[in-house]
């Protein structure tokens, strides 16, 4: 048999591959082409830490018995601002797609929204989800926790999440305004690969099982990730665990953990927390155009030099929807191999 070689997909061919992997592995046609959307997203924006990458991770979780494989999320929408989705047990990429319209016209009805997800597992970048609003001329937010990785600044313990946040604001004939990070300063995955290439850590990163900086990434490993900006990035990401997890009635990352037995290489189980806005309705009755003077701003930042976030992001989509998605042949091979091997291929 030929050996893989590196190749150049259209986004449509990577989807339908990651598709078809997903369903082969066992997962119903509305979760995986869901998940397969995001996942090629990721690898069309050069987001490779949430493109091809994570199959690995959703074939684990359904292997690990953590997933509902044939989920059909339920929607419940009243007249209030509160939509809700019960994802079953599914991925969140399901749950959100069944949301979302309904939210956008929630937002649009009221000003304000929330799209509520509850008993999903999350593994995606939450970019895609805001494009989804900002398309509608939405401004959103979005937020979840995830598993407790991530000691409280002053404290020593994991308890917190990589706790992912993001904002997109629309922009009339332009790409939208987003930014989309994970609230602790790196992801655990990169103490990984300075544990594996035996380098330090840079300091400020993590701190070790009893509660001291350190840059040994061994030590990292045994202790704590730290929270983005400090005491800051502490409270943002304390208040993703308040609103995203303790007032949907949905698992906190602690929580989290223990529902995945401690695993920490599939996807969490928990609830994810989405508001849309309706620019147009909260400036009613007042000077000057939203969107108008949003770009006087942006075109300000970018002005001096700044780049916005999701620059790189809108630049390497450009690039991969003009010329295809190119993936090495230790990529193709990887796919091969788990298109034939399904939940067999994953330990
Ligand atoms: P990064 O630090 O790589 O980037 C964060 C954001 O900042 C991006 O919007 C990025 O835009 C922007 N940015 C980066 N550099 C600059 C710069 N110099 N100037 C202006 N903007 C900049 O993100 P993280 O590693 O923290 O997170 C990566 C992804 O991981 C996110 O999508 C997040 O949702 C996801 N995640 C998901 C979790 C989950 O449980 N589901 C948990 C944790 C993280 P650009 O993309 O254009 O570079």
Redesign the pocket.
Known sequence: MTEPQAATLSLADLTALVTDILHRAGFAPNQAAALARTIAAGERDA?K??GIYRIEACLRTLKEGKVAADAVPTLTVDDSAIVRVDAMGGFANAAFEAGAPALAERARALGLAALVINDCN??????PEIETLTAEGLAAIAM?P?YATVAPTGGSQPLLG?N?F?FGWPRPGKHPY?????TSVA?RGEIELHRRAGTPIPEGWAVDAQGHPTTDPEAALAGAMLPFGGHKGSAVSTMIELLAAAMIGDLTSPEALAFLDMKTTIAPRHGELILAFCPERFAAGRSGDPFARAETLLDAIAGQGA???????HAARETALKQGIRLTAAEMAQLDRLRRHGLDAVS
């Open positions: 987001c830490s949430h999350h593994i995606s970048a939450l970019w979840c995830s990589t992912p993001a987003v930014f989309d990070f994970a992801a780049r916005l976030p999701s620059g790189r992001r």
